[in-house]
């Protein structure tokens, strides 16, 4: 787990206010040669529930590109977890892994009421998740989104209902 002064350079690092030499100084390990690095950060975060250290973890992860399949467990994990607000740029991870195995936990997430998303009229998690799931693109991943397509929620419903029309284009012989 990341001590106060540590999370502060991990945050300086990702924002560019420091440098991987001042980073690797302070925290103690170089990213650059210890690629499990950001994964440990990501599962010490998990571990001890602190959305703050999942915030920083993720940002070290995208600072060096090692957003992974080997991140697909606690992905998943993350995104079913209401004790942080990092959901959509898990979803959007996710996306880029197009790992059939998330089709639940993405499904789910596309459902989900976490608390602090109260504000969020236009559905900005669901759509993320929907996204993932229309490049996912197989059987399973068309069923969860029928299944949000009959959803009692009407943006949602709305939302599936335009990603279906996608998938469906994209799997049939044609593409139209």
Not at 39 to 63: C, F, N, P, S, T
Request: net charge negative.
């Amino acid at each position: 787990m990341l001590m106060e002064a540590q999370r502060e350079s991990v945050m300086d690092y990702c924002l560019g206010d420091i440098n991987v030499e001042e980073f690797a100084a302070t925290v103690g390990v170089d990213p650059r040669t210890d690629p499990e690095y950001p994964l440990r950060l990501v599962l010490d975060a998990m571990q001890a529930r602190d959305g703050d250290g999942i915030e920083a973890a993720l940002g070290v992860a995208a600072k060096h590109d090692r957003i992974d399949r080997e991140y697909l467990e606690a992905f998943c994990e993350l995104l079913d977890a209401d004790w942080h607000t990092r959901h959509e740029d898990v979803a959007r991870w996710l996306r880029q892994l197009r790992e059939p195995r998330s089709v639940p936990a993405l499904h789910r997430a596309a459902l989900a009421n976490f608390a602090y998303r109260d504000y969020d009229e236009a559905r900005a998690l669901t759509r993320k998740c929907l996204w993932a799931l229309t490049d996912i693109g197989d059987a399973p991943a068309v069923s969860a989104i029928e299944s949000l397509s009959r959803s009692e929620d009407p943006i949602i419903r709305a939302l599936a209902e335009h990603h279906l029309v996608k998938v469906r284009a994209r799997r049939s012989p044609t593409g139209h």
